[in-house]
């Protein structure tokens, strides 16, 4: 069998709400509105569980933490990555990089993207080189432009060890 890369890739959406928490990346951005969500509402990290999830074919977040358990309810999203890269490792899987975009109309995002990329790489044990989080807004078009909810998409590659 041939070691060649595996790529995959997630997308999450929450509708957002006045007066929650709004949670990217790990990091806590101060704004008037939070996602509407089991867990934290992280979008950004339940993309990326998905996209290391698929690349390895197994499963989805919500397989492996249906919003139906107590056991996630309000649970940090960045625990639920930790326990997604212990089961890559588990099959003998490592990563080499992952690429979020976080689409938003607000709030500004790009001020807190270093810091998010130091919380990811933190978790999953990368470099920060190995980890990009951007930002794009849909114009005012749409669900995201009426600041009705947030979107990420997250790809990874990922190699069997």
Do not use: W
């Not at 339940?46 to 309000?74: M, Q, R, V």
């Not at 639920?80 to 890559?88: D, P, T």
């Amino acid at each position: 069998m041939i070691n060649l890369p595996r790529i995959g890739h997630g997308y999450d959406v929450h509708a957002l709400k006045e007066g929650l928490r709004l949670v990217l990346c790990g990091v806590e951005i101060e704004h008037t509105k939070g996602c509407i969500a089991h867990s934290d509402g992280d979008v950004a990290i339940h993309a990326l569980c998905d996209a290391l999830l698929g690349a390895a074919a197994l499963g989805d977040i919500g397989y492996h933490f249906p919003d139906t358990s107590n056991e996630f309810k309000n649970i940090d999203s960045m625990i639920l990555l930790r326990k997604v890269a212990s089961v890559l490792k588990e099959n003998n899987y490592a990563i080499g990089n992952i690429d979020i975009t976080i689409i938003a109309q607000k709030p500004k995002v790009n001020p807190f993207t270093l810091e998010m990329r130091g919380r990811i790489s933190d978790v999953l044990d990368l470099t920060l080189d190995q980890v990009s989080v951007k930002a794009t807004t849909t114009e005012k078009l749409g669900f995201t432009g009426r600041e009705e909810g947030i979107a990420s998409e997250a790809v990874a590659l990922i190699y069997r060890n």
